[in-house]
């Protein structure tokens, strides 16, 4: 439903994307932000950027949890202006969910891992769930007293069943990034089922399916991203080919479904490389000396690639919704490089070091 006063018009909401792009910080800022002298000079040259606001409320401390918090409040409220005034904005408002899987992620292993609710408070922010009405169900799962009474409060949401998967299985393993699998899924087939809507759906003017095409290779990526990296993962958990089928987000991308099938029959993360490097994605695996590593890189390649994506398209792409779903990812990753930096400052790290931690793109 549109909100009231809001006007849906693709032209003006190119217009507020490219804007929100010119803002974003270059290289020789991040690299100077990286030079701060602790946590209070990092915030004041906060304050020349577009963050000013957000890490100027009397709830955001000088420590790096509550500017991380500040820095994502900003990218949530960008992205929810931005669905607001796209028409046709199913695509966009089911990616949002993502803000929202991201503090469920944290609710549920701070929960398995024995968190305090003070503890889980300072790790999330809710005005992504403000914004759609979920606030109470979320505040539900983070006063909860345990893992099994947080999961009976989001049994009543959408990704309840996801949930109850994931805690079965964690149960078994004790592996907390089985919550991340398992959200990660429902967020996905959320997203597949708005990109199929205007890209395949009769019910869509041919003009509009064109949009599909604007964000496919965006959209591969993250899907077979998700399959292969989670496919790996599952090979660790020791999960039976069943349960491993289970963890896959049908899609037919770049990587076929016979492709998946093999990967699932397969033994060991090594096995799943040698079929990644005889596929679309020869390169991107690499055998690292342990399998964490192997999956870590694996993970690494797939973000950066995605990034370097998004910025390539806004310099041929003027219009479309590939043009708004890029500026929303090249702000998801300057968040992620301010967190680092605000992390690295904290704990004491030289600007070298920082630097190297960051991910630039051309």
Known sequence: ???????????????????????????????????????????????????????????????????????????????????????????????????V???????????????????????????????????????????????????????????????????????????????????DKALYEMILTEYFKITYSKRIPKKLKEEGKRIRDLIALEIDGYNIINLMRAKTWNLTQVETKDLVVESTFEIRPETINKMISVGSVDEVTNIINSSYYKGFSQKMATETETISRLEDAFENKIYSLASKRLRWQVTGIGVIFSVIKLMELEVKNLSTIAFGIEQGMNPKEIVAKLIFVN
């Open 1 to 99: 439903m549109d909100l009231i006063g809001r006007i849906k018009d693709s032209t003006y909401t190119e217009v507020k994307a490219f804007s929100n792009r010119g803002k974003l910080l270059p290289r020789t800022s991040l690299e100077t932000l990286s030079e701060s002298r602790g946590m209070k000079d990092l915030v004041v040259r906060l304050k020349a950027t577009q963050y000013n606001e957000n890490i100027s409320s009397e709830s955001t401390s000088h420590n790096a949890e509550s500017l991380e918090m500040a820095f994502k409040e900003h990218l949530v409220i960008i992205h929810k202006n931005l669905s607001d005034t796209w028409p046709n904005s199913g695509f966009l408002i089911a990616y949002y969910w993502k803000h």
């Open 101 to 183: 899987i991201s503090n469920l992620k944290i609710i549920l292993k701070g929960k398995a891992l024995g968190f305090s609710e003070e503890e889980i408070n300072k790790r999330i922010n809710l005005t992504a769930e403000e914004k759609i009405n979920r606030r109470d169900l979320v505040a539900g799962a983070i006063s909860a007293q345990s893992l099994e009474e947080a999961i009976k409060v989001l049994k009543k949401s959408e990704f309840g069943n996801m949930i109850e998967d994931a805690s079965n299985i964690y149960s078994d393993n004790k592996d907390v990034k089985v919550f991340d699998v398992f959200l």
